[in-house]
């Protein structure tokens, strides 16, 4: 079945302890994105990635690290997490670019305390 | 980054009404798209709009791509229950992609 996968559905952490939502997709598509989920906010994209090796900001990526070793991987860093890290996060990939739009994981939710 | 403002915020209506609803932006997009986020999933695709003044259709639900590319519109028709959920337009600027506020629907029985 074609996917996107994130671990874990759900993780509440304390206040600068290091965490790592992984996000992994079977289809082969190039773009990656992260997504982070906020009442009255809608979606706002962390980061964004057209291949490889190739990583961008979306519009809200203080606090956030990602990689891009392969194709299917896109894990979400939180080096130093902070309690307004607290959110439903999404990663999402596509095939063909933008204009397509996206497939969407079923989600993280994160506490911050 | 852009701005995707949609209304209304939420509706509350009664199984078999229609629904509107809108989203509208600053500048202007060359794609429209429309998806739904059940309660506890990601958002699913629902419509792609690629043209000005393209109309979309997908079983009940129909889309429209604004004519001065700064607005879209959806319309459900004889809402059902499961029509319940949240709706975002989205498209993109560049390599990024933006998503609106959403409206929040909800159909009672």
């Known amino acids: 079945e074609a996917q996107v996968t994130q671990n874990p559905r759900y993780l509440i952490t304390v206040t600068g302890k290091k965490l790592t939502v992984t996000c992994s997709q079977n289809?082969?598509?190039?773009?990656m994105s992260w997504y982070r989920q906020d009442p009255g906010l809608g979606l706002r994209q962390i980061y964004y990635?057209?291949?490889?090796?190739?990583?961008d900001k979306g519009d809200v990526p203080e606090g956030y690290k990602v990689s891009r070793k392969e194709k299917r991987n896109f894990p979400l860093i939180l080096e130093s997490p902070s309690p307004n890290q607290t959110s439903l996060y999404f990663c999402a990939s596509s095939s063909g670019g933008s204009d397509y739009g996206y497939t969407f994981g079923s989600g993280t939710r994160l506490t911050v305390v | 980054g852009q701005q995707l403002n949609q209304s209304p915020q939420s509706m509350f209506i009664q199984e078999g009404e229609d629904v509107s609803m809108n989203c509208t932006s600053s500048s202007i997009f060359n794609t429209w798209l429309w998806y739904k986020q059940d309660p506890g999933e990601g958002p699913v695709l629902l419509i792609a709009?690629?043209?000005?003044?393209e109309l979309t259709s997908n079983g009940r639900l129909t889309a429209q791509f604004g004519i001065t590319r700064k607005d879209s519109f959806l319309n459900i028709s004889a809402s059902i229950p499961s029509d319940v959920g949240i709706y975002f337009c989205?498209?993109?600027?560049?390599?990024?992609?933006?998503f609106g506020t959403g409206t929040s629907l909800t159909v009672i029985p």
């Open positions: 990635s057209m291949n490889v090796e190739v990583t």
């Open positions: 709009l690629y043209k000005a003044g």
């Open positions: 989205a498209g993109p600027t560049g390599n990024q992609f933006y």
């Open positions: 289809m082969n598509h190039e773009y």
